[in-house]
């Protein structure tokens, strides 16, 4: 188990042979690179983008290889906003709140989120299906609230649509909905 | 260098440019379709329509080729393409899909109609259809970073070498670094940053920081909510940028250089990456460049995320896998930089200014602008305004010709209430000081600041409490937590704005506003935490009455506070037989008085605005009211 505390609450718990995957694939990470702190950031970079988060265990791993205290690369992973400390869902959902995002609506349709689901923005359900984030501008500004599910850009996000998103998930069969539910069938 | 070198370098630069030419002015020998895929396109859907001409242009068999290009800056009309048919002027479609798609290749490329009646403006200059410079737009807009922007394919270096890319290397490879410099110097460029420091001085303290291993870093970390300049430049045309770069290396005597690069902007790492590849392999990077005995490489660098890393100092930090915390300077990074050798920061606008001057001299790049700062400015407009994207404009412009003509003015018909101008180390101005010209120095007296050119437009629906609160919520979180007021007084400053936005400000909020805003500001290392209560200051400088409005009658004028607003539906105007606001209410909050009439129970509102956007526009029933006392008033009445 990770000794590491996140800022809300513990990690959620690893799924079985994740610890195996983590080390693994940390180690693969490392090769590519000089053990140097200067290579800190691409290293975590890396993992992350493997592993969709930083886990506990793979944090650990790669202070012990830099020979550094875990702490500066956990203080690294949680000052920089790129990295996540919470596993992703299986499907993600972003929340922009870029100013023009935020001025009409952005913040209403992350309540709408966070209700629907019983979670906290950063944080993930506890089965792994949703995870959900704000993120800052992502450029869209002229289809405000704008909400990026997947990778598919969502805009004009009203509380209904909000409803209709998770509504689409919930059956397969709708249409549009086919695309997401196969993709990252294996994350559980 | 001596003569022959340089004759062998100018030589072959020509033969590279000969090639690039001819295979380019292949390609527009025959129809050509050019389709906008910055990030800004592509979220539009702009792959569908290329998908869709790619389908139809394949079905029917045609010759006719498909480009990428970047962000031509009239974003609001995303997808655009440009269509190129030899015999009729290149022209620009908007609002595209997949439809209009396989119509426009039906109909112009097979049968010769070019469907003017979806055009909206034409590439050169000609008998039958607008231009650019036709438009009132066209008229403020002159572009020098953004010029090849949206035209050129940025995965093809071809296209900007036949444009005459890397000329200005070429030829400055044949002089003197120093001569480079002082070129540079006398262009008076100032630092787009947001800072405006001149660029030649910068690079000339590089110099005199005497010789050894030097670096050059281009700032590709923009982090402002609402702005996208650099983004939308490194996805259009990064070989302007690289070129820039090279010209600086090469005056300062520096042989490697990164362009550090946010993470969240994956599509612009990728596009630079493979620019750097092309121009690695047409010699134009690395050991030796175009034969001449100039070597320099330049990498990528992935920002995490860390709007302080904005800072130079915490930049360079950042790069050597530290947290992003400022330094106290002197010394300036042109002494002790990245890995303690001197180094040249500058913006990616800055970079990309500097072929341009080359190619065309520093007596014209003067002549744009006004004296103090020559050049142009570039803008991401964005907020309530009709005409977003990006738009560059000389400096000396003013943000009302800059909004009312450029932007054509706030959307729909609202009236316009201000200009959020620098991001969140910048300011809102009213109307009454929109005829201020845009340069560094005007902005800053008006108490906004240039910064890097994210502008923002607000109109009457936007409550500037609120605004200050979101920019000073985001400046809060970035702060690094180095200095004490940064750290504390930016929270304290929150709490207190925070509970006004709650209808629970008093009497003194504001007087203890000021004080801290100063404190702050006095009390940082660094800009962001020098910069932070600027948002406030503006707002409380140019709007004081609405604050107090939330303070003393617990009313947000602009109707936007939540927990001072309450939404209610007019008896008299909602019709008894449409349901639209009961199905749209996500917590079953509005039910059917016995009377038919619809009606809000107040309970159970969480406000999420849904009830008033449903409404259909023929009864327009569903109001906001503020102060939330109204609400018995107007209860009474009807009982």
């Given amino acids: 188990m990770p000794s590491i505390h996140v800022k809300r609450g513990v990690f959620l718990p690893l799924l079985e042979g994740e610890e195996e995957l983590i080390r693994k694939s940390v180690s693969g990470v490392l090769q590519e690179y000089e053990a140097a702190q200067e290579n800190l950031i691409p290293i975590l970079l890396q993992v992350q983008e493997m592993l969709g988060y930083l886990p506990g265990p793979a944090m650990e791993q790669i202070a012990a290889a830099l020979k550094i205290p875990a702490v500066d690369v956990y203080g690294l992973a949680t000052f920089y906003n790129q990295f996540r400390l919470h596993p992703p869902g299986k499907h993600q959902l972003k929340v922009c709140m870029g100013t023009a995002c935020y ?65 689409s998930f919930e059956k397969p069969a709708a249409p549009g909905a086919e695309a997401a539910g196969q993709k990252g069938e294996d994350a559980s | 260098m001596n003569g022959n070198a340089a004759a062998a370098v100018r030589e072959r630069y020509r033969k590279l440019e000969a090639d690039a030419a001819a295979r380019i002015k292949a390609i527009y020998n025959g129809p050509v379709i050019r389709v906008g895929t910055a990030t800004c396109g592509i979220a539009a859907g702009a792959l569908p329509v290329k998908e869709a001409f790619a389908r139809v242009v394949e079905e029917k068999g045609l010759p006719a080729k498909i480009i990428d290009v970047g962000c031509m800056g009239h974003c609001y009309a995303e997808p655009l393409v440009i269509i190129s048919k030899p015999g009729f002027p290149s022209l620009c479609y908007g609002y595209l899909d997949e439809d209009l798609a396989a119509r426009l290749v039906d109909d112009f490329l097979i049968n010769d109609d070019p469907c003017y009646e979806f055009a909206l403006v034409a590439l050169e200059p000609n008998d039958v259809f607008p231009t650019f410079s036709d438009f009132p737009r066209g008229v403020y807009e002159q572009k020098i970073v953004l010029e090849h922007c949206g035209f050129i394919d940025p995965g093809d270096i071809d296209h900007y070498i036949a444009r005459g890319g890397y000329g200005a290397l070429a030829a400055a490879l044949g002089k003197a670094p120093a001569g480079v410099l002082d070129t540079v110097k006398e262009s008076h460029l100032r630092g787009r940053g947001g800072a405006g420091f001149p660029a030649g001085l910068k690079w000339e303290a590089a110099v005199k920081a005497g010789p050894g291993e030097k670096y050059v870093i281009c700032n590709a970390d923009e982090g402002d909510p609402g702005a996208f300049m650099d983004r939308g430049i490194l996805e259009s045309c990064p070989h302007q940028v690289i070129e820039g770069m090279l010209l600086c290396a090469y005056a300062v005597g520096a042989e490697r250089g990164y362009f550090y690069i946010r993470a969240e902007y994956p599509l612009a790492v990728e596009r630079v990456r493979r620019a750097l590849e092309q121009a690695r392999e047409k010699g134009l990077l690395g050991g030796a460049i175009l034969g001449s005995g100039f070597n320099c490489e330049l990498e990528i660098f992935q920002g995490s995320g860390a709007f302080v890393c904005g800072e130079a100092t915490a930049l360079v930090r950042s790069m050597e896998g530290k947290m992003g915390i400022p330094a106290t300077r002197p010394p300036r990074l042109a002494q002790s930089g990245y890995r303690g050798r001197p180094t040249v920061l500058n913006n990616v606008k800055t970079f990309a200014y500097v072929p341009p001057i080359f190619n065309r001299g520093v007596e014209w790049f003067k002549s744009i602008g006004t004296d103090d700062n020559p050049g142009t400015a570039v803008f991401s407009l964005v907020g309530k305004v009709a005409h977003t994207g990006l738009v560059e404009v000389p400096m000396g412009t003013t943000l009302r010709q800059l909004i009312f003509e450029v932007g054509e003015g706030p959307a729909n018909g609202k009236a316009f209430k201000a200009a959020q101008i620098g991001g969140p180390s910048g300011g809102c101005l009213p109307e009454a000081a929109l005829d201020i010209p845009i340069d560094f120095d005007s902005l800053q007296e008006a108490g906004a600041i240039m910064g890097s050119g994210g502008l923002v437009v607000l109109d009457e629906d936007d409550c500037m409490v609120a605004i200050a609160r979101y920019f000073l919520e985001f400046t ?78 617990k009313r947000c004028p602009a109707l936007m506070c939540k927990e001072l607003i309450v939404y209610y539906i007019e008896p008299q105007k909602c019709s008894k037989l449409c349901n639209v606001c009961v199905g749209s209410c996500p917590t079953e909050a509005i039910y059917t008085r016995d009377d038919g009439l619809k009606a809000i129970d107040q309970e159970k509102c969480v406000k999420c605005d849904n009830c008033l956007k449903t409404c259909p526009p023929d009864y327009n029933a569903v109001i906001k009211l503020s102060p939330p006392g109204l609400l018995t008033e107007k209860e009474g009445k009807k009982a």
Avoid at chain 2, 502 to 524: M, N, Q, Y
Avoid at chain 2, 534 to 547: A, C, H, I, Q, S
């Fill in chain 1, 103 to 167: 001025m009409v609506g952005g913040r209403i349709a992350l309540e709408c989120f966070e209700r629907r689901l019983g979670i906290k923005e950063g944080e993930t359900t506890p089965g792994r299906e949703f995870s959900l984030e704000r993120v800052a501008c992502v450029g869209c500004c002229t289809m405000a609230p704008v909400v990026v599910v997947d990778e598919q850009v969502e805009g004009k996000v009203t509380p209904t649509r909000v409803d209709g998103i998770l509504l």
């Fill in chain 2, 476 to 553: 809060q979180q970035e702060s690094c937590g180095k200095c004490t007021f940064c750290r504390l007084g930016t929270k304290h400053m929150l709490d207190i704005l925070t509970r006004i936005t709650e209808g629970c400000g008093e009497p003194g909020d504001l007087e203890i506003l000021e004080e801290l805003a100063e404190d702050v500001r006095d009390g940082s290392l660094c800009n962001l935490g020098a910069t932070a209560p600027n948002p406030v200051l503006t707002t409380l400088r140019y709007f004081r009455d609405e604050y107090e409005a939330h303070i003393f009658e």
